[in-house]
């Protein structure tokens, strides 16, 4: 049985084919990553996996097909987008804190070096802080599968290998 999987994914702009006739399986546990040039649909992919943009083709989650992709996106997955998706207007610990409290609350707040931002509101940060409170949101319901859209794009060197190893850390919990 495939953990997550597409059949048939077709995504088009303006009679443009982004994506055409995707199939992909992801294993049960690890990291997967996918790579290619801007503008090769990477995000789109992202996308139409989270069921956030519609296209033609099936989505799978755990050998069924996914009915409910707010349910799905709810109850088993932890997103990092691209662009943030915060709320400016809340301060760090709000944003983090906004969908439930995890028990490694503190430590991915340490992993994160977000210790010294907690009660910062998130107008006030700068891109790589905020790409680090995303992470941190996004890993803070300990989902079954971490969907992420270039989740270190805006960190610095050290940044990213502290998001990359608490990422890893997360993924050989589950092995």
């Given at each position: 049985m495939?953990f997550?999987?597409?059949?048939?994914?077709?995504?088009?702009?303006?009679?443009?084919?982004?994506?055409?006739d995707?199939?992909?399986?992801?294993?049960?546990f690890?990291?997967?990553?996918?790579?290619?040039?801007?503008?090769?649909g990477?995000?789109?992919?992202?996308?139409?996996?989270?069921?956030?943009?519609?296209?033609?083709?099936?989505?799978?989650?755990k050998?069924?097909?996914?009915?409910s992709?707010d349910?799905?996106?709810?109850?088993?997955?932890?997103?990092?987008?691209?662009?943030?998706?915060?709320?400016?207007?809340?301060?760090?610990?709000?944003?983090?804190?906004?969908?439930?409290?995890?028990?490694?609350?503190?430590?991915i707040?340490?992993l994160?070096n977000?210790e010294?931002?907690?009660?910062?509101?998130?107008?006030?940060?700068?891109?790589?802080?905020k790409?680090?409170v995303?992470?941190?949101?996004?890993?803070?319901?300990?989902?079954?599968?971490i969907?992420?859209?270039?989740?270190?794009g805006?960190?610095d060197?050290?940044?990213k290998?502290?998001?990359?190893?608490?990422l890893?850390?997360?993924?050989?919990?589950?092995?």
């Amino acid at each position: 049985m495939n953990f997550f999987s597409c059949k048939n994914l077709s995504k088009s702009f303006n009679q443009e084919k982004i994506l055409d006739d995707i199939n992909i399986s992801f294993p049960s546990f690890g990291i997967v990553s996918i790579i290619g040039h801007s503008g090769c649909g990477k995000s789109t992919l992202l996308n139409c996996l989270l069921g956030l943009e519609a296209c033609e083709g099936t989505v799978y989650f755990k050998g069924k097909k996914i009915k409910s992709f707010d349910e799905f996106r709810n109850k088993y997955t932890g997103v990092i987008f691209q662009n943030f998706h915060l709320f400016e207007y809340l301060t760090v610990k709000e944003n983090i804190t906004l969908f439930g409290k995890s028990k490694k609350y503190k430590q991915i707040i340490k992993l994160l070096n977000l210790e010294d931002k907690i009660n910062k509101k998130v107008k006030l940060l700068s891109g790589g802080e905020k790409q680090r409170v995303a992470a941190a949101r996004a890993l803070m319901m300990t989902p079954d599968v971490i969907l992420a859209d270039e989740p270190s794009g805006s960190l610095d060197e050290e940044n990213k290998r502290e998001l990359h190893r608490l990422l890893k850390q997360m993924q050989e919990q589950y092995n």
